[in-house]
């Protein structure tokens, strides 16, 4: 943690490992899943942070939720194209399901 100048960064770092595991996971259940329908994200999203929830608590308690949310939107941004054709969801509305 030395490397870092706040707190906030710490975060942010642990922020982006964990939404990369949320990736992995959800690229996972769809190889896994592949009888459901495509447009089947919300499940494997809210499971993998139900089995990892003490980060999202985390960040609650500390009132920095908005790290968050804006790691999880701009990670997602180049991604929007591939979930539009992935899900069969028109690109305009891709940030409703994210």
């Known amino acids: 943690y030395r ?6 960064d710490v975060l942010r770092m ?3 490992q964990v ?3 949320l990736l992995g996971y959800l690229q996972t259940y769809r190889q896994e899943h592949p ?3 495509r447009t089947t994200i919300l499940k ?6 139900y089995l990892h929830s003490e980060f999202l608590e985390l960040l609650m308690k500390a009132k920095r ?3 968050f949310e804006d ?4 990670r997602f941004e180049p991604f929007k194209p591939m979930f539009s054709a992935f899900y069969g969801i028109e690109e305009d509305y891709v940030d409703y399901v994210m």
């Open 3 to 8: 490397n870092f100048d706040e707190i906030d």
């Open 71 to 74: 790691a999880l939107i701009n």
């Open 19 to 21: 939404i990369e595991g």
């Open 44 to 49: 494997p999203f809210l499971r993998y942070f």
């Open 14 to 16: 642990r922020c982006d």
């Open 35 to 37: 009888e459901e329908p």
């Open 65 to 67: 939720i908005h790290i």
